[in-house]
């Protein structure tokens, strides 16, 4: 029988504040493609709204059901999304020089984005039933350390460092929320120290090494590697206060602007409402991260509270690194900008971990 109450609590201000970021986000794609004479950059368009229309589908059904299921389903989660990144790497569409994609009749999807939504209920799952006080010691991190681990090592092998990244930063940020005793939290961090020069000989790819010596000089190699962020940086700076107007951005209509219905959207985005126009756009995004940890903060559910840190860590990550990248303050990774950047993958999933944020809040006079 259908509790009434779901309706009562059913947290409306947030679903308001996911619409407006999404109208902001199909505004500035419709600009971003808008300019081309390339009919199949204006279909670009008409896909996201697609994506949009089945992201919503999905956000509906993660919110329907109560969000313990995931509980007790977490490792079925987590071994779907393992055998996807297997999968991909099996039989997955080859792009670019990576495999990342899964052929789904018209439609792509990377199940790399899947397993961002694996590791938070894996983690939440396995955190709930193991919260120790006085913080988590070395032996304590062992397991979450390698749920976080097997699908880092699958994405790193499409190739895609970013979203592999993303995975270990989402359940980093969940383990902090835990809490790791201090003297375990200065062995981890010399031994990130120490691991560090490995990863670089041993661990990067000579493409990803030439993205962090573009990110350290882009004038190096200005119509190669560096090309990407030089233009981005002139088309924010030319939106200076208040922008150049919707659909008049000259370095996106000029197409001097790589990838910007992508990862480098934010720099459409800031060429034609300038510095106004981006810090409104980041003041959305910095309310729906309160948002989301004032549902963390009142779930009286350990489950419930991680999910909710989980889905807001994962918003916050991308939010700032896309947004650092495009500003030329962190290396080019490759992070969409939450339902802005074009990407049917990127789309479903943040709508799926929004679902489930609808899902806690609406739930919590079941705790009250």
């Known amino acids: 029988m259908f509790d009434r109450r779901l309706l009562q609590y059913f947290d409306w201000g947030l679903l308001l504040l996911i619409l ?92 790399s984005e899947f397993a961002k939504l694996a590791i938070m ?14 913080g988590l010691g070395f032996v304590d991190l062992i397991k979450p350390f390698i749920y976080m681990l097997i699908p880092f090592v699958l994405i790193f092998m499409e190739p895609d460092l970013g979203t592999g990244l993303l995975v ?8 902090l929320f835990v809490g790791i005793r201090k003297r375990t939290m200065a062995w981890l961090a010399a031994f990130c120290a120490a691991i560090g020069p490995i990863a670089w000989i041993y661990g990067l790819k000579p493409y990803q090494k030439a993205r962090i010596f573009t990110f350290l000089d882009p004038d190096r190699d200005p119509l190669g590697a560096g090309y990407h962020i030089i233009q981005s940086k002139i088309a924010i700076g030319s939106g200076m206060l208040t922008g150049k107007g919707y659909l008049q951005g000259s370095q996106k209509s000029l197409a001097f602007l790589p990838e910007q219905h992508t990862d480098f959207i934010f720099s459409v985005f800031a060429e034609e409402w300038g510095l106004a126009g981006s810090l409104v756009l980041l003041f959305l995004f910095l309310m729906l991260m309160i948002w989301g940890l ?75």
């Open 294 to 368: 004032n549902i963390a903060y009142r779930s009286r559910d350990p489950f419930g509270a991680l999910l909710a840190t989980g889905v807001t860590a994962m918003i916050f990550w991308q939010v700032f690194i896309n947004v650092g990248m495009v500003m030329g303050l962190m290396p080019v990774v490759g992070v969409p900008l939450p339902l802005v950047s074009y990407g049917g993958s990127s789309v479903l999933t943040i709508m799926m971990g929004l679902g489930l944020l609808l899902n806690i809040s609406m739930r919590r006079f079941l705790f009250e």
């Open 168 to 175: 270990m930063l989402v359940g980093g940020a969940m383990t």
């Open 20 to 111: 407006i970021i999404m109208g902001v986000g199909l505004m500035t794609l419709y600009s971003a493609v808008a300019s081309s004479a390339n009919p199949a950059e204006i279909r670009i368009y008409y896909k996201q709204l697609t994506w949009f229309g089945i992201g919503l589908g999905a956000m509906i059904i993660c919110f329907l059901p109560h969000y313990n299921v995931l509980d007790r389903w977490v490792w079925v989660v987590y071994a779907i999304s393992l055998f996807l990144l297997i999968l991909v790497l099996v039989v997955g569409k080859k792009i670019s020089g990576s495999v990342r994609w899964l052929s789904l009749g018209p439609f792509t999807y990377q199940p």
């Open 121 to 134: 209920v894996v983690l939440a799952h396995h955190y709930s039933q193991n919260i120790r006080t006085g």
